[in-house]
Nanobody
Framework: QVQIIESGGGSVQAGGSLRLSCAASGRTWSNIHMAWFRQAPGKEREFVAAISWGGGTPRYDDSVKGRFTISRDNAEITVYLQMNSLNPEDTAVYYC??????????????????WGQGIQVIVSS
C-alpha cells in the first residue's frame, strides 16, 4: 500500500517562509517523479513544482519561481518544498503526489497516481 504523508503546513505572515515535507512509503521507489500541487478555496487544483528521483532540472510554476524550491532526500524518500517570500495568494491546501508511470516530469495532475491528503498553508497580509 503506497502512502504519501505531508507535513509542515501552518500559518505565516506575508513575507515569511514555510517548509513542507512529503514522506513516501510502501514500495521500492525508483525512477519516479514527485510533485506539489495546491488548491485555493473556489479554485482548481494547480501545479506548483515537481522533481524527478533520477535527477534533472526541477519544474516550477511561474508564480512560484524564485520563491519556492523543491528538493529530495533519496535516503529518506522525502520531498521538500521550501517556500519563501510567501504572499496571501499562496494560501491553499498543498498536495504531494507521485508519478510512477510517465517518463517525463509532468505538470499535469492526471500524470500522478498517488496523492497525500493535503496540508493547509495560510498566509496573512
Amino acid at each position: 500500500q503506497v502512502q504519501i504523508i505531508e507535513s509542515g503546513g501552518g500559518s505565516v505572515q506575508a513575507g515569511g517562509s514555510l517548509r513542507l515535507s512529503c514522506a513516501a512509503s510502501g514500495r521500492t521507489w525508483s525512477n519516479i517523479h514527485m510533485a506539489w500541487f495546491r488548491q485555493a478555496p473556489g479554485k482548481e487544483r494547480e501545479f506548483v513544482a515537481a522533481i524527478s528521483w533520477g535527477g534533472g532540472t526541477p519544474r516550477y510554476d511561474d508564480s512560484v519561481k524564485g520563491r519556492f524550491t523543491i528538493s529530495r532526500d533519496n535516503a529518506e524518500i522525502t520531498v521538500y518544498l521550501q517556500m519563501n517570500s510567501l504572499n496571501p495568494e499562496d494560501t491553499a491546501v498543498y498536495y504531494c503526489a507521485a508519478d510512477l508511470r510517465t517518463a517525463i516530469l509532468s505538470k499535469t495532475s492526471d500524470a500522478y497516481d498517488y496523492w497525500g491528503q493535503g496540508i493547509q498553508v495560510i498566509v496573512s497580509s
